[in-house]
């Protein structure tokens, strides 16, 4: 079975790295942006539409507040960016929101923190496969007809990317993430020269269409509420941006500058698309509605069910470019690619920030070490196995999903910038020098303002989306915290419990005596080895056991005993309802209660098969008493194995992975440590 995972593995993942090789691993800055900084570049892709869907329920005449909501947004990155560039700087580990909230609030803050991007990175997989579904649907009937299927089939083909590891799925993924910001970029500008210069008219395919308000004139609370929900929608742009301050120990040297520069890149890129994007569906007459089929109309009458409304970005590019153009299609093919390649953001997030929780003795140890590739399998293969569980729940529906989002992430921003105002408090008062405290007093306002407006965000998102679905992230985060808690505490509890004492104990005591019990069936080659290594550990007392089930066999197997002169006493256990296992452990127990000082030592004899089906035509009562006498104490058992001759098969197989090299390993030569000359673009 081995052999024949280990080819396609390779195939798949290639071939394993040494340790020593990890600094082989590590981003320059123009692969880093694209590998941490592709979810928020992305949500340009949706999150002008979110804005215009909920305005749309006060009818067309709430568009005009859509500028003032981008500003909004721009101000809150602004200030989210300027407050995580303190963070990459302070804590340059990795630990990023996590770490700033568990050194300066505590571990109860910390431990929310986590749990809040745990959920987060689970819905950013989600969200952005199942929206990228969506898109490349309205090209391809069949991905609708099995979104679940396809979206599936996404997370898998991103999984085994990843399972490569961050510097090659980086490379992938650099491609499409640069010609879709190129795309916007280009399509901002063309419109901008058109619109400005030209004079030109341009006009959506929407734009001729008229919104049915669900609400019509709405003002007053209604209204500020409403604005607050079409806010709260489009801080779906700032989602992701914390993936930079938890991926730091990624980036090449110097590592925290490099972070710092590309957060500030990510961040500038991020907000013109942003508001390029809102200023040219405004301009062009974009009309959505959350409910197409019957809120849109034309010439009066609602478009019906057979209307597919298409995303906000891809309305705006027909306009631009025109519809079929080369510049459209090759912007509609990168906006697809670009959303599922959104994922990748929580593939490099979700298992690093799992490994520091399990080195923390938060989650399980399984998740600290590096795979093959150097890579978090296990953290990946976790993550993909949590979103393909929301993607069934939710049908791939990212209309559903993204009510669950948001929530998460400014709950970390808010605690891990609160954080950061403790962290500044506490080193000005130690800090005498008058440069360095200036320096700090700075950063302190930058992570206090950061703190003020992300906290008052949190609360909008909170009340605008809780019955939307936020309730369901919230008992995510819930889940995570007390699943993890208990997770530290069963920890805490083994490593005190198996603490080597200082002074003398019980366990430091040698046993008064060994007594050796030998398990039999009958006597063949692994009964008389077992046999022989018994007498060769000269325990004080030694006897042969056997169980008997059927009285032919036992008479049999006492006569041979008899005529073999075997100079080892044989004990008969009756068992009249035929059970094996549990005479014997009654036994071992009777002997550990009469000489309670004394060890016992159960030797079993095994057999050794070299192909997985013999497993299953051997009876496996060794396997059943190993695991019932584990919980005897002061029982110890020694397996005595006898190798069959089907044996000699499995150790060919393992002499053969041992010489077999991965496809282009003998080009490619053995691993040895190559001194690189450090890149001036790095």
């Known amino acids: 079975m081995s052999k024949l995972t280990d080819v396609p593995k390779r195939i798949l993942i290639g071939r394993a790295l040494r340790s020593d090789r990890l600094g082989e691993t590590l981003l320059p800055k123009r692969i880093a942006l694209p590998v941490f900084a592709s979810d928020p570049l992305s949500s340009v892709a949706y999150a002008p539409g979110e804005v215009l869907l909920v305005l749309s ?289 929580a593939y490099n997030g979700f298992p690093l920030l799992g490994s520091i929780l399990a080195q923390d003795r938060y989650l399980p140890r399984q998740l600290h070490t590096r795979g093959d590739r150097l890579a978090f399998s296990n953290g990946i293969v976790l993550l993909a196995g949590t979103a393909t569980l929301l993607v069934f729940i939710y049908g791939a529906d990212s209309t559903r999903l993204i009510q669950l989002y948001i929530v998460g992430v400014f709950v970390s921003f808010t605690l891990s910038q609160t954080g950061m105002v403790r962290h500044w408090n506490r080193h000005l008062a130690a800090e005498k020098d008058q440069a360095k405290r200036s320096h700090m007093i700075r950063s302190r306002a930058i992570n206090a303002f950061g703190a003020f407006f992300t906290g008052l965000v949190l609360v909008v998102v909170l009340v605008t989306k809780f019955t939307h679905g936020a309730w369901v992230a919230l008992l995510g985060m819930c889940i995570f915290y007390a699943t993890m808690t208990a997770i530290r505490k069963h920890y805490d509890r083994v490593a005190e419990e198996i603490a080597a004492p200082e002074g003398p104990s019980d366990d430091l ?40 089930v059927d009285p032919a066999e036992t008479k049999a197997l006492r006569e041979e005993w008899e005529r073999r002169g075997i100079d080892v006493p044989l004990k008969v256990l009756d068992s009249p309802y035929r059970e094996v296992t549990r005479p014997v452990i009654e036994y071992v127990k009777s002997l550990r209660k009469e000489s309670p000082r004394d060890a016992v030592s159960v030797i079993i004899p095994e057999y050794v098969v070299g192909h997985w089906y013999e497993h299953l035509l051997h009876n496996q009562s060794a396997l059943r008493l190993k695991g019932r006498l584990l919980f005897t104490p002061g029982v110890m058992v020694t397996s005595v194995p006898y190798q069959l001759q089907s044996s000699e098969a499995a150790k060919l197989r393992a002499r053969k992975r041992q010489e077999w090299n991965a496809p282009g390993a003998v080009r490619r030569g053995p691993a040895v440590e190559r001194p690189k000359e450090p890149s001036a673009r790095d």
């Not at 505590?106 to 689970?122: E, F, I, N």
């Not at 039999?520 to 006897?543: C, N, Q, V």
Request: charged share 10%.
């Open 509 to 548: 005591v040698r046993p008064s005596r060994v007594h050796s019990v030998v398990l039999i069936s009958k006597i063949h080659r692994p009964t008389l080895r077992a046999l022989a290594y018994a007498k060769l550990m000269r325990s004080d007392t030694l006897e042969a056991l056997t169980v008997n």
């Open 57 to 345: 329920i006060a009818g067309v005449s709430a568009y005009h507040f859509s500028p003032w909501i981008a500003v909004a947004v721009v101000v809150l990155m602004f200030t989210v960016v300027a407050s995580y560039r303190q963070n990459v700087h302070a804590y340059p580990s990795g630990g990023g929101d996590y770490e700033v909230a568990t050194t300066n609030l505590g571990p109860k803050a910390g431990l929310t923190v986590a749990s809040a991007l745990l959920v987060d990175y689970v819905l950013t997989v989600a969200v952005s496969i199942s929206s990228g579904i969506e898109n490349l649907g309205s090209a391809i009937p069949f991905v609708v007809e099995h979104k679940v299927l396809c979206a599936t089939a996404v997370i898998v083909l991103l999984t085994l990317m990843n399972l490569r590891g961050v510097k090659e799925s980086g490379k992938l993924f650099a491609i499409p993430t640069y010609v879709f910001v190129g795309g916007v970029f280009i399509m901002v500008a063309w419109g901008a020269f058109r619109g400005l210069v030209l004079g030109d008219t341009m006009r959506a395919p929407t734009a001729d269409y008229h919104i049915k308000a669900e609400h019509q004139g709405l003002a007053g609370f209604a209204l500020v509420f409403l604005l607050l929900r079409a806010f709260s929608s489009g801080c779906a742009a700032l989602t992701g941006v914390e993936a930079i301050s938890n991926g730091v120990p990624a980036f090449r040297k110097p590592k925290s500058k490099n972070a710092a520069t590309t957060l500030a890149m990510m961040g500038l890129l991020a907000v013109t698309m942003f508001c390029g994007i809102i200023a040219l569906a405004m301009s062009t007459k974009v009309r959505m509605a959350e409910n197409p089929a019957t809120d849109l109309l034309h010439n009066g009458h609602p478009l019906g069910s057979g209307y597919v409304q298409n995303p906000v970005i891809s309305q705006v590019a027909e306009a631009v470019f025109g519809k079929g153009s080369f510049l459209f299609v090759v912007l509609a093919a990168a906006t697809a690619l670009v959303l599922f390649l959104a994922a990748n953001t």
